[in-house]
């Protein structure tokens, strides 16, 4: 199985603010890789797509990037609606792995 | 817009089957694969598998053995049973479908872009 990490696993930030989120894969997995976004109580949502696709509706203030082993999303001038935990999820094979997630609160 | 709805027993007891099945509408169950996927604290978000309307099906090899997938078009549903169950199988279980983008007719960059609301399964006697 290919596992992901997450780093780091919760960060504090401000309304406004930058947000950096990365994520790294077992192994090569080109660019297929996802990433979601959860609120409590709520399924997870799609933001991103092979690795850097913005899904239709989501901000513009979300981006993704990378290939291979090492990913990243970022949220420019953080919202708070987007106080939530995002996970990262290979598609490169099966069995299909998500990251542990990264809890983003407000400081 | 596709949505996704996930039906069953709330309780199961140790050692009896889950059975869970989730029901379409707004779109075609076809030519898609279907997944189930599961969320605890301590595991976080777990495939279980997948099965696509040709009959088709993968899972995960940590429940394979318990695992049983089943699809009904005529009906707009598929469903999942999980047997013999334990404690470690209570959860949150979502039903998500599977797109992808098509490269020279070929699927490819899968994605979970629709997803049940989740339904809480508890094992316990």
């Known amino acids: 199985d290919i596992q992901m990490t997450q780093s780091p696993s919760s960060l504090s930030a401000s309304v406004g603010d930058r947000v950096t989120i990365t994520c790294r894969a077992s192994?090569?997995?080109?660019?297929?890789l996802n990433w979601y976004q959860q609120k409590p109580g709520k399924a997870p949502k799609l933001l991103i797509y092979?690795?850097?696709t913005l899904q239709s509706g989501v901000p513009s203030r979300f981006s993704g990037s990378g290939s291979g082993t090492d990913f990243t999303l970022t949220i420019i001038s953080l919202q708070p609606e987007d106080f939530a935990t995002y996970y990262c999820?290979?598609?490169?094979?099966?069995?299909?792995?998500f990251g542990p997630g990264t809890k983003v609160d407000i400081k | 817009q596709v949505q996704l709805q996930e039906s069953g027993p709330g309780l199961v007891k140790p050692s009896e089957t889950l059975s869970l099945t989730c029901s379409i509408s707004?779109?075609?169950?076809?030519?898609?694969?279907w997944h189930w996927i599961r969320q605890t604290a301590e595991k976080g978000l777990e495939w279980i598998g997948r099965?696509?309307?040709?009959?088709?099906?993968n899972c995960n090899p940590s429940l394979e053995s318990r695992v049983y997938l089943s699809v009904d078009t005529s009906k707009n549903q598929f469903s999942l049973r999980l047997s013999s169950v334990t404690a470690a199988d209570t959860a949150v279980y979502y039903c998500?479908?599977?797109?992808?983008?098509?490269?020279?007719?070929?699927?490819?960059?899968?994605?979970?872009?629709?997803w049940g609301q989740g339904t809480l399964v508890t094992v316990s006697s």
């Open positions: 998500a479908r599977d797109s992808g983008i098509t490269i020279f007719g070929v699927v490819t960059q899968y994605y979970f872009d629709f």
């Open positions: 707004g779109g075609s169950i076809y030519n898609s694969y």
């Open positions: 099965i696509h309307t040709s009959g088709s099906t």
């Open positions: 192994q090569y997995i080109s660019t297929y």
């Open positions: 092979a690795a850097s």
């Open positions: 999820q290979q598609s490169h094979s099966i069995p299909r792995t």
